[in-house]
């Protein structure tokens, strides 16, 4: 029998059991995460009646359902991570609420925008938490450099400037069909990323217009995406995201976090410049003015780098839901973190359609 402790007048195992919906590519690295833990079990794996479903269940010994609420009323694991495809994220997770479990929800929160306000809705209706899957915003390096950004060395904020780009092999569509068409394009899968570090960059985006195009892979969904954002500070931004341009200006290839990825250190995903200096991101090389008196485009920059102590962010996001479900802590990427980011998502598909500045309602 497992241990236990009493946290606000229920019990918990010490040992924290898991459930897991959907082995996919993150959700295999999830799986290994919770089975190096000595103080987690993972006692469910959800997912279609496939071969190599069952293989993989198999190789990690833990029992393969095939319907999610079945495993969670055989199971009734202390907390769930939903890394099914992005339509199925909102009947789960609302399963999942209507039990009282905490889940870890990968990103996207849901894959339109009605069903995202449901959940938050539902949050608040029965106070159980659920974590957005936005792992980047645990990474060292966003903490490095938030304290430079918010630092009299930075300034105020001007612009920013960011891409994704990179190439998708073609097994990864044929491994998933569900990437080729909506809900399973690279807005949602990869630029959803890349919103919520520039919320948290510099604070919320207002407006936006955007251009996309699928004319490469000549999927129903796009495959490269021009944007310009306007945020509610004043700062002006540019992204370019493309799944299929051979680049390495992307998090996975400037990051270093996943050693699955080519690691270029030096290279940068983002550019943002302040009122008194600038700084590449992730490379975390910075320019600066010494004092504002001498600021000008003729004088000279303080060059410098900052310091990071890397740590694998996905660890960290463990670790902070192991937090949630054990002592009812806050979730750092709420679901309202994940409406918002939605929000702005719609806002860019909108302004796709439209070819007008879309403002991003609130």
């Known amino acids: 029998m497992l241990a236990t402790k009493q946290l606000k007048g229920f019990s918990v195992s010490m040992t924290t059991r898991i459930l897991l919906s959907g082995p996919g590519l993150i959700g295999k690295q999830h799986v290994r995460l919770v089975n190096d833990r000595d103080d987690c079990e993972l006692v469910a794996i959800v997912a279609p009646d496939s071969e190599d479903n069952v293989d993989y269940a198999r190789s990690v010994s833990t029992p393969l359902y095939h319907d999610f609420k079945d495993a969670l009323l055989a199971t009734r694991p202390d907390g769930v991570i939903i890394s099914s495809p992005n339509r199925f994220h909102c009947a789960q997770a609302e399963l999942c609420l209507e039990m009282g479990i905490p889940a870890l929800v990968e990103k996207p929160i849901t894959d339109c925008l009605s069903d995202a306000a449901k959940l938050v809705e539902l949050v608040e209706k029965k106070g159980t938490h659920l974590l957005i899957g936005h792992h980047r915003t645990y990474s060292p390096l966003v903490d490095v450099v938030l304290g430079f950004l918010q630092s009299e060395r930075f300034g105020r904020m001007v612009a920013i400037n960011g891409s994704a780009l990179f190439l998708k092999p073609d097994h990864y569509f044929e491994d998933g069909a569900w990437r080729k068409v909506k809900g399973g394009g690279p807005i949602l899968i990869n630029l959803i990323h890349e919103i919520g570090l520039m919320r948290t960059f510099a604070g ?30 004043g700062a002006l931004g540019t992204f370019i995201l493309s799944d299929t341009a051979a680049s390495s200006k992307s998090w996975e290839m400037t990051a270093g976090e996943n050693p699955a990825y080519p690691f270029f250190p030096d290279d940068t995903c983002y550019h943002m410049a302040g009122t008194m200096g600038s700084v590449d991101f992730p490379s975390m090389n910075f320019r600066t003015y010494p ?60 302004a796709i359609t439209s070819g007008e500045l879309t403002v991003v309602r609130n």
Do not use: C
């Not at 936006?208 to 000549?218: E, I, P, T």
């Not at 796009?222 to 944007?227: C, G, L, Q, R, Y």
């Not at 504002?292 to 670790?319: C, M, Y």
């Open 204 to 233: 919320e985006i207002s407006a936006v217009q955007a251009v996309s195009s699928r004319s490469l892979r000549g999927f129903e969904v796009e495959d490269t995406v021009a944007i310009n954002l306007q945020f509610a500070s």
């Open 291 to 350: 004092d504002a008196a001498g600021r000008s485009w003729w004088k000279p920059f303080e060059l410098d780098r900052l310091t990071v102590e890397r740590a694998d962010p996905l660890v960290r996001q463990l670790n902070h839901f192991l937090d949630v479900i054990r002592n009812g802590a806050l979730p750092k990427v709420s679901a309202l973190d994940g409406y918002k980011n939605m929000q702005v998502l719609e806002a860019i598909n909108t």
